[in-house]
């Protein structure tokens, strides 16, 4: 018997799951909040290690805790080599996110906390987890270019170890600075689509490794995390700012969309990306050829979207629009864009999954049936 037809909320749009003191999204006015401090608060005055403290701890650090914080991150950092040798065997030929995701899921069986489902355990591997996958990316961006892993160096801080591990290298103090607001402003997003996997997964009392990995998973798809790297790729195949205009308008009549705009909470300018256009605003003069000609192309295309889409649908730039560039005057290469999201968002996941987890409950929505029902079986001879 079929019941009168329930309100379907596709993509769950609209529906509140939890209630949450970690982050807050103002989708109308373009506002974004950690734990009660605006981003823009935090992108000019914070670290990401002190960010990933406050996700996780839901207060600022004093002094001493921020050292012994910073201190379990930097014992956590070399990789076990069972993990170096699955990323040395694989990452020369999968996809950095498959790799990252195989990695990442590989590294609970080497974590010595891995039965243990209590609260201080679990805060122990977010901590492992926030330092470790920077590491693996590092070890993928090295393996993928066929270069020898980089042990890392414990003197360095969480950012300026990763482009250490990546580049063999120490980053100067303005890239070092440019990719840690990065990795500040893509920290957390309250119930985000991968997020919402993490605790889906995490949800049935499976273990914190099993939600990192689904939340990775979930990223890796182009209309989540994968859109930076498109918004890249569109803009170096529209070659020229000249061209913009006709690439642009080519690509709406064709109803296709255009990688880093539109939001499915923000109807405003995203407010991480009106940071990262002002840091590209700046960096501009002393960039590259290609990265002045890749923000001339995104600044051109920027403009014409908004005056097409922005007031008229509520289509403005989101976080992935200006990152190309960004990423690519600090030196990374497009393939390692989408693992470096997951390295930023790892704390937001883990700090998700420790308040959730302090009021579980099993995630388990309804689909309203639409197919036949009591359909009589016939044998196969007889089909
Ligand atoms: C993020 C996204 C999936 C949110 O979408 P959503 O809330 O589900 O919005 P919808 O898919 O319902 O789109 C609503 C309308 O805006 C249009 N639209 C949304 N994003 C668009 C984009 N990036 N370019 C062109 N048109 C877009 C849709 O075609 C649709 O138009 P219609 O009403 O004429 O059919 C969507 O904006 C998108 O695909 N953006 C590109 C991928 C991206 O940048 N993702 C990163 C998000 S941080």
């Known amino acids: 018997m079929r019941t009168k037809k329930p309100e379907i909320h596709l993509g769950l749009e609209g529906i509140y799951m939890a209630e949450t003191s970690i982050c807050s999204v103002n989708g109308i006015e373009g506002?974004?909040?950690?734990?009660?401090?605006?981003i823009e608060e935090l992108a000019?005055?914070?670290d990401f290690e002190e960010v990933c403290f406050l996700l996780l701890n839901g207060?600022?650090?004093?002094e001493k805790e921020f050292l012994s914080f910073k201190d379990a991150l930097v014992k956590e950092r070399d990789l076990d080599p069972e993990v170096l040798q699955v990323i040395t065997d694989t990452a020369g030929k999968g996809l950095p996110m498959d790799v990252l995701r195989t990695a990442v899921s590989l590294s609970a069986i080497y974590d010595p906390d891995v039965k243990d489902n209590s609260k201080e355990a679990n805060m122990r591997k977010s901590i492992r987890l926030i330092s470790k996958i920077s590491s693996i990316v590092a070890a993928i961006g090295r393996v993928r270019d066929g270069e020898e892993y980089v042990r890392p160096e414990k003197k360095l801080g969480h950012v300026e170890n990763f482009l250490y591990m990546l580049n063999g290298e120490k980053p100067s103090e303005s890239e070092r600075r440019m990719l840690d607001i990065m990795f500040v402003l893509h920290a957390e997003h309250?119930?985000?689509?991968?997020?919402f996997s993490t605790i889906v997964t995490g949800a049935t009392l499976s273990d914190i490794y099993s939600a990192i990995t689904s939340g990775i998973g979930t990223l890796k798809g182009p209309l989540h995390g994968g859109a930076d790297e498109a918004a890249l790729r569109m803009m170096r195949a529209i070659g020229k700012p000249e061209n913009t205009v006709k690439y642009i308008n080519d690509?709406?009549?064709?109803?296709q969309r255009i990688m880093g705009f539109g939001h499915r909470v923000y109807k405003a300018y995203d407010?991480?990306?009106?940071?990262?256009?002002?840091?590209?605003?700046e960096l501009r003069e002393h960039a590259s050829p290609e990265v002045e000609n890749l923000t001339a192309i995104a600044l051109e295309a920027e403009k014409l979207m908004i005056k097409k889409l922005g007031k008229a649908k509520g289509i403005w730039p989101n976080v992935d629009f200006f990152s190309g560039p960004v990423y690519t005057h600090i030196?990374?290469?497009?393939?390692?864009?989408?693992?470096?999201?997951?390295?930023?968002r790892v704390p937001g996941w883990c700090a998700h999954m420790l308040e959730y987890w302090e009021n579980n409950r099993l995630i388990r929505p309804l689909e309203y049936y639409t197919g036949k029902t009591n359909v009589k079986y016939i044998s196969m001879t007889k089909r």
């Open 44 to 46: 000019k005055h914070s």
């Open 59 to 62: 207060y600022l650090p004093k």
């Open 271 to 281: 407010p991480r990306a009106r940071i990262i256009r002002g840091y590209l605003e």
């Open 31 to 38: 506002k974004l909040y950690y734990r009660g401090y605006s």
């Open 251 to 255: 690509a709406l009549a064709g109803k």
């Open 331 to 344: 030196g990374i290469p497009s393939s390692l864009f989408t693992p470096l999201f997951a390295a930023s």
């Open 190 to 195: 309250s119930s985000n689509a991968s997020t």
